[in-house]
């Protein structure tokens, strides 16, 4: 599976440069999202991802963060080719645990063009897999396995709430331009069991995860490079999603997010409403970017602070998607108090992040 990563790696960044003329549908207002038709792959557009995380508690309380993310990237390269190793699709692949005893992230990846099922991305609902690594839709429940060379997850994800289309319908905007969007929806408070394997040892966890589910064929404005990003569980049984796309200054170029209620009252966050405060930073030993780890973030009349489970959740993809981020868990703390678990991504602080 590695060497499939090196030829796959090329081709992402190819794609990354392709910009969302060359073929590709743009994501436009005024389009209607139908399921159980959008819970599966939507190979015209250029980018998307099935990104699920979540906080665990294994018996006697130990608490770990879990991640799984599946990529579907179409390269717009030898599309007429009639050969069947042509890479029409590509799928990529992380997982990783986020465990305090340890202090830094168990981490793998894989990468594979989509020939002769051995990886791929189905169309009528959510299936992507890579070998043995798949994370599929049946009936309300997801499913994750992905045995890797240092851990095991197989976990299950029970939807309990309705979705929660993000932006308007769920088309989200990501930039001063309506054509860098993304069509983006959540599933908050998935309720997850299974098991997880860390050096041969398993563990029965349970707890509760967060899904993103986006497709895009141009989600960054030139001006960005990067992003913020939190999906919190509420411990009241709310929601909370909020980001800003980083302009060159370190200032917001966008921003947007959407907070659920725990009696499902949802509101939509303009620009405006959305401000991210960076506060102390972690300088990782392994590649000397620095990240705000701790945030305060004001969305809508609320102020919060994020904190994070342990410092080092420093992602190493550069043999997959071909970049180096921060992708872990942390508390929200309001009042004083922590008052939810969730995930935050800090992208784009090494190098300008481009897809």
């Known amino acids: 599976m590695r060497r499939r990563a090196f030829l796959a790696v090329p081709l992402a960044l190819a794609a990354a440069r392709a910009g969302a003329d060359g073929g590709y549908p743009q994501v436009l207002p005024g389009a209607t999202l139908a399921f159980p038709r959008d819970h599966g792959s939507h190979p015209a557009y250029r980018t998307e991802w099935w990104y699920v995380t979540g906080r665990v508690h294994a ?64 169309e009528e609902t959510t299936h992507a897999w890579i070998g043995d690594w798949s994370f599929a839709l049946e009936g309300a429940t997801y499913r994750a396995r992905v045995p890797t060379r240092g851990f095991a997850l197989d976990l299950a994800f029970e939807a309990v709430q309705p979705l929660l289309l993000q932006g308007v319908a ?5 930039g001063p331009l309506p054509r860098q969007a993304s ?30 589910h986006e497709w895009s064929s141009e989600v960054m404005a030139a001006d960005a490079v990067g992003w913020d990003w939190i999906g919190v569980n509420l411990d009241d049984g709310g929601a909370l999603m909020a980001f800003r796309m980083r302009d060159r200054a370190g200032g917001a170029l966008w921003a947007g997010g959407a907070q659920r209620a725990a009696d499902g009252t949802t509101r939509i966050f303009d620009p405006a409403d959305v401000l991210f405060v960076p506060g102390r930073r972690w300088t990782s030993p392994r590649t000397g ?17 994020v904190r994070p489970l342990m410092d080092d959740q420093e992602l190493d993809s550069s043999a997959s998607t071909g970049t180096v981020y921060w992708e872990g868990a942390v508390r929200l703390r ?22």
């Not at 608490?63 to 799928?91: C, H, I, K, M, Y």
């Not at 998935?190 to 509760?208: I, Q």
């Not at 309001?334 to 939810?340: K, Q, V």
Request: cysteine-free.
């Open 59 to 122: 018996a006697g309380g130990r608490e770990l963060g879990v991640q799984v993310t599946f990529f579907r990237n179409r390269p717009n390269v030898a599309e007429d080719s009639p050969s069947a190793f042509a890479p029409r699709q590509l799928v990529f692949a992380h997982a990783a645990i986020a465990d305090p005893v340890l202090g830094r992230l168990r981490h793998d990846q894989r990468a594979s063009r989509a020939m002769f099922g051995l990886a791929g991305a189905r």
């Open 170 to 174: 769920g088309y989200s905007r990501k």
């Open 183 to 212: 069509w983006y929806y959540s599933r908050p408070q998935l309720a997850v069991r299974g098991s997880v394997d860390v050096d041969g040892r398993r563990s029965t966890v349970e707890g509760r995860a967060w899904l993103d």
């Open 289 to 305: 970017y620095a990240y705000p780890v701790e945030f305060g973030v004001r969305a809508g009349d609320a102020e919060y602070e």
């Open 334 to 355: 309001g009042g004083g108090r922590t008052i939810g678990h969730g995930y935050l991504e800090l992208t784009g602080y090494g190098s300008t992040l481009r897809i």
